[in-house]
């Protein structure tokens, strides 16, 4: 290892780690002291970090405070140093870490908070593609509607959650009391997408999230009827197929639907 | 990376030793910092900045308003790509997926220059997401030097290279920041972002006049300025691009435009934004002192 590249290695271990070996071949100023001055590095790092996270999640912060937000926000920096070239991705990996981390994980609506946020970062700037039209739809002769199937926009993703976070982010964008976080005894079904350029969600009926996630993984729309005719209503499933068809179109969540193979 | 090894057709000495040859980047004129809260002001009402600088990070991306937002922005000004994680001076290996993101949005913006610091960000896999500093060594040198041709082969462009605020100063340099910065450009063919409010910020933490810095940068190689405003904090200046530009760094933009001459100038703020007029008050200053300092007619050559 050259000599530049040891001192970059100690430079970097002295502002993750504390460690002060770097102090060493660094000069004091005319009026500072060098552990002050590697301070301002120290101090830059945890703070800059911890504002790209409040930025990604104004909500929990908004919920936790500033004090709790911040050492929690201290926490993940400490715990999952950033391994991104941009910033915009560093805090990807914070509902995982308050789910798997105590005492964050003790409280389930943190990490069900910080994946709503996420899910709308990320349907905010997902890759671009068609939205589907209503008006193609007149172009499917009805022989083949079984075998249509349905590709989502790149920005929709689905999200289950285990507490009222849907509830709660609603009341506090709207500057609102947020309700007290209880756990759900049937999970949450979200989708998020964007429309036009503004991140939306809403939840969808138990039905609603199967027949998403099997379009999403290409089965033909006879065969989703089909199954939705397993939870009731069997003589009304083509019916209520169509109409959750029609919703996902008339709200930009499908980027394509073609006649199969 | 040495890669006049992966060319075994080309003499490695022709290969090392080469800077790229560039045409001098054009006068934009006095610019603006593209910030997402002036948006809707920029598009709906056109005011009247000469260019933008945007901040390449916050554009790679896979799409959404930020890309369609900068592809109205590029239809109506000349923009520039100024990125902060490019790491030019890091000891870990090149990040060629970044270079291809930022590659791509070139392709995409066509901006007039793609900037960075002569600083690094990280290594070992990790980003520290600030621009530390280097020790001014011949080691270093010649590490940058290589790594900027390496870059600009990649892109297929000369880089513009910023001097960054530094706090502190290693005890093995063996050369100033403006020998280093010289020696850089000189050797690499890479143009200089001459950052005023930077110089101004090392000068006084490391207790030298920044004049000395000022005139020791070779003229033609600067196609840059920065304004920007810092906090001091008593014993030493941090650069937070938080507050105005204040007087002493005008000042030294006048002793700036006589020694550098007409160089494409522009306002930065990072933080604590405010209301666009505000920073138009800033981009309309660049302008008048320019106009005021360089020799009739100068400005509209």
Known sequence: MSD?????????????????????EILDSPQETRATLFGVYRHAYGSRLVEAVRNDHELLHLYLGDETFDEMGHAYVRARPSEHSNLRWFSQGLPDFLKSTEPYCNHPILSDLAALEKALNDAFDAAEAPVVALEAMAGFAPEIWNDLVLQ????????????????????LKNEATPPDATPLQVPSRLLIWRQDTTPMFRELAAEEAMMWDEAANAIPFGVLCEMLATYHDPDGAAARGAGYLHGWITSAALTAVSAGD | MNVASRLPDCPAATIAGRAMQSVKPPFLGFGLGLRAQHYDEILSGNPPIDWFEIISENYMLPGGRPLRTLDRICERYPVVMHGVSLSIASTAPPNFEYLQNLKDLAQRAQPKWISDHLCWTGVHGKNLHDLLPIPYTEEALDHVV???????????????LENVSTYLQFNNSEMTEWEFLSELSRRSGCWLLFDINNVYVSAFNHGYDPLTFLNAIPADRVVQFHMAGHSHMGTHIIDTHDHP????????????LQRFGRVSTMIERDDNIPPLDELLLEVNRTRELAAKVLPAGKLAE
């Open chain 2, 245 to 256: 530009v204040c007087e002493d760094v005008w000042d030294l933009y006048v002793a700036a």
């Open chain 2, 146 to 160: 290589s790594r900027v041709q390496l870059v600009q082969d990649f892109l297929g462009r000369a880089l513009v």
């Open chain 1, 152 to 171: 989502p926009h790149p920005s929709a993703r689905r999200l289950d959650l285990a507490t009222n976070a849907a509830a709660v982010w609603m009341a």
């Open chain 1, 4 to 24: 530049f590249a040891r001192q970059q290695s100690e430079f970097q271990r002295g502002i993750l780690t504390g460690d002060d070996t770097i102090l060493a």
